[in-house]
C-alpha cells in the first residue's frame, strides 16, 4: 500500500513562489506515474504537473507552463513542485496522486489514480 504525504502549502503574495512536496512510503515501485492536481471551491478537480517515476516524462496543464517545475529525487522518494510567478487564481487545494499501472497520459484525470494525499492549501493575494 502506497502512502502519499504533502507539505509545503501556505500563503504569498501574487508573484511569489512556493515548493509543494510529495513523499511516498509504504511501498517501493518503480515506473509509475506520480502528479499533482488542485481544486478550488465549486471547481472540478485538474491536473497540474505530471513525472514519470523512472523516466524522463513531465507534463504540464497550459495554465502553470513556464511557471511551474516537476521533478522527483528518487533517493527521498520525493516528487516536487516548484511554483513561481504564482497568481490568484493559482488559489486551491493541491493533491499529489499515484497511478501504479505503468501508463503514461498525455491528459491525466483523476479518476486514473488510485492513491492520493490529503491535501496541502495554496493561498494567493493579489
Known amino acids: 500500500q502506497l502512502r502519499l504525504v504533502e507539505s509545503g502549502g501556505g500563503s504569498v503574495q501574487a508573484g511569489g513562489s512556493l515548493r509543494l512536496s510529495c513523499t511516498t512510503s509504504g511501498a517501493t515501485y518503480k515506473n509509475y506515474c506520480m502528479g499533482w492536481f488542485r481544486q478550488a471551491p465549486g471547481k472540478e478537480r485538474e491536473g497540474v504537473a505530471f513525472?514519470?517515476?523512472?523516466?524522463?516524462?513531465?507534463s504540464y496543464a497550459d495554465s502553470v507552463k513556464g511557471r511551474f517545475t516537476i521533478s522527483q529525487d528518487n533517493a527521498k522518494n520525493t516528487v516536487y513542485l516548484q511554483m513561481n510567478s504564482l497568481k490568484p487564481e493559482d488559489t486551491a487545494m493541491y493533491y499529489c496522486?499515484?497511478?501504479?499501472?505503468?501508463?503514461?497520459?498525455?491528459?491525466?484525470?483523476?479518476?486514473?489514480?488510485?492513491?492520493w494525499g490529503q491535501g496541502t492549501q495554496v493561498t494567493v493575494s493579489s
Open positions: 513525472i514519470y517515476i523512472g523516466g524522463p516524462d513531465t
Open positions: 496522486a499515484a497511478d501504479l499501472s505503468g501508463r503514461w497520459y498525455l491528459e491525466a484525470h483523476p479518476r486514473d489514480f488510485d492513491y
